[in-house]
C-alpha cells in the first residue's frame, strides 16, 4: 500500500507538516510583488507639483492678459473708470459703476433668498425624508443644476416675468407703499426678476453641496443624541451644523461665485440699462450681461477695451470673495482644531 495514502487529510483541512519539517509559505510570500522602479516616484512628485503650479500660470495668465488688454480704459480714464457711472459709446464716455452694482446687489439678494431654502432642502432630504422620498428628490436638485443657464433666461423672460409684472410686483408696491425699494411701472423686467432667477439656479448648487456635506456627520454622534432625547431640531442645531460649518461656509461661497458670472440668464430680464436706481423693479445691468450684450458690437478700440476693462474687474472681484471665503474656512478649521 502507498504510504502517502494510509492517512489522508480530511477535505479542507491543510496536512500539518510533521515535526522538523519546513511549513508551507504563506500565500503573501508567493504572490508576485511588482517592483517599481526608484526613478519613478520622484517624476510622479514633480509633475503633480507641475499640474498644482500650472493652475496658478493660468490664473495669472488670465489676469495679465485682462489688465494689458483693457490698459487703454485705465490711461484713458484712471480711477474714475470705477465711480463713473457714465456709458456712451458714441462720445467715447464709459464707467463701470453701474455694472458692478448690479453685479454685487443682484448676487447678495439671489444668495440671500437661495441659502435658507438650500440649507432646509438639505436638511430634510438628510434628516427627515425616508429613502423612497429623498433619492429622487436629490436626483431632481441634481437635474436643476445640469439646465443650461439660457434656458433659466428663456423661461424667465416668457414666463416668470409676466407673472411677475402681474401679480407680485403690484402687491410688493400694494404691501410697501412708498418705499423706494418698489417705485416703478411693474415691467417684470428688473433687478429683483433677475436676483430671483440667479437664486433659482444657484439653489441646486448649495443644496447639493450641503447635502452631501451633512451625509458625512458620522452616525454615532447624531444616535447619541437621540438617545439623550434631543429632538431633531436640536440634533440639526448642536450636531450637523458645528460638525459642517467649514462645508456650509463652503457651499455659500461656491453659490455667491455662480452667481456673480452668470450671463445669459440675467442678461435676459435685467433691463440691460446702465444706470443705478434704489428700486428693485428698476432696470439695471451687471458685468457679465454688458460684456454679452456689447462686446460683438464694439467698434472703437477704448469701447472694446473698457469691456475687458470690466471682464477683468468682475476677475478680481471672484478672485477676492473666493480668496476671503478660504480664508474664514482656514480660520473655523485653526479654531476647532483649537479647541
Not at 446687489?105 to 432646509?120: E, H, K, M, R
Not at 432625547?229 to 467649514?246: D, K, M, Q, Y
Request: some cysteine.
Amino acid at each position: 500500500m502507498n504510504p502517502d495514502t494510509q492517512n489522508p487529510s480530511p477535505p479542507g483541512r491543510e496536512a500539518i507538516p510533521e515535526e522538523g519539517g519546513a511549513a508551507a509559505p504563506p500565500a503573501a510570500s508567493r504572490a508576485i510583488r511588482l517592483r517599481v522602479p526608484r526613478w519613478l516616484d520622484p517624476v510622479f512628485r514633480t509633475a503633480t507639483a507641475a499640474a498644482a503650479c500650472l493652475v496658478l500660470l493660468l490664473i495669472a495668465a488670465m489676469g495679465a492678459v485682462l489688465y494689458s488688454k483693457g490698459h487703454l480704459a485705465t490711461t484713458t480714464f484712471g480711477l474714475r473708470f470705477l465711480w463713473s457711472q457714465a456709458w456712451d459709446p458714441v462720445k467715447g464716455d464709459f464707467g463701470a459703476l453701474p455694472a458692478i452694482f448690479g453685479t454685487v446687489v443682484s448676487s447678495a439678494i439671489a444668495l440671500f433668498i437661495a441659502t435658507p431654502i438650500a440649507l432646509g432642502v438639505a436638511i430634510f432630504l438628510t434628516e427627515m425624508a425616508p429613502p423612497w422620498l429623498s433619492k429622487p428628490v436629490g436626483l431632481a436638485i441634481e437635474m436643476l443644476a445640469a439646465v443650461p443657464s439660457i434656458i433659466y433666461g428663456m423661461w424667465g423672460l416668457f414666463v416668470f416675468a409676466p407673472f411677475l409684472a402681474a401679480r407680485v410686483e403690484p402687491a410688493l408696491q400694494f404691501i410697501a407703499g412708498g418705499l423706494p425699494l418698489f417705485e416703478g411701472a411693474p415691467m417684470g423686467i428688473g433687478m429683483l426678476p433677475a436676483s430671483l432667477i440667479l437664486a433659482v439656479m444657484i439653489l441646486p448648487f448649495i443644496s447639493s453641496v450641503m447635502r452631501d456635506v451633512f451625509a458625512l456627520v458620522p452616525a454615532v454622534a447624531k444616535e447619541s443624541a437621540y438617545g439623550l432625547g434631543a429632538t431633531t431640531w436640536e440634533v440639526v442645531r448642536s450636531v450637523v451644523i458645528p460638525h459642517t460649518r467649514s462645508g456650509v461656509l463652503g457651499a455659500i461661497f461656491l453659490g455667491l461665485g455662480r452667481a456673480l458670472g452668470e450671463t445669459m440668464a440675467v442678461t435676459f430680464v435685467i433691463g440691460n440699462a446702465h444706470r443705478i436706481s434704489p428700486s428693485l423693479l428698476a432696470p439695471g445691468c451687471t458685468i457679465a450681461s454688458t460684456l454679452a450684450n456689447e462686446f460683438s458690437e464694439a467698434i472703437s478700440d477704448l469701447h472694446v477695451a473698457s469691456l475687458i476693462q470690466l471682464g477683468f474687474i468682475l476677475f478680481l472681484i471672484t478672485t477676492f470673495i473666493l480668496a476671503c471665503a478660504k480664508l474664514l474656512l482656514w480660520r473655523i478649521e485653526a479654531q476647532v482644531k483649537g479647541r
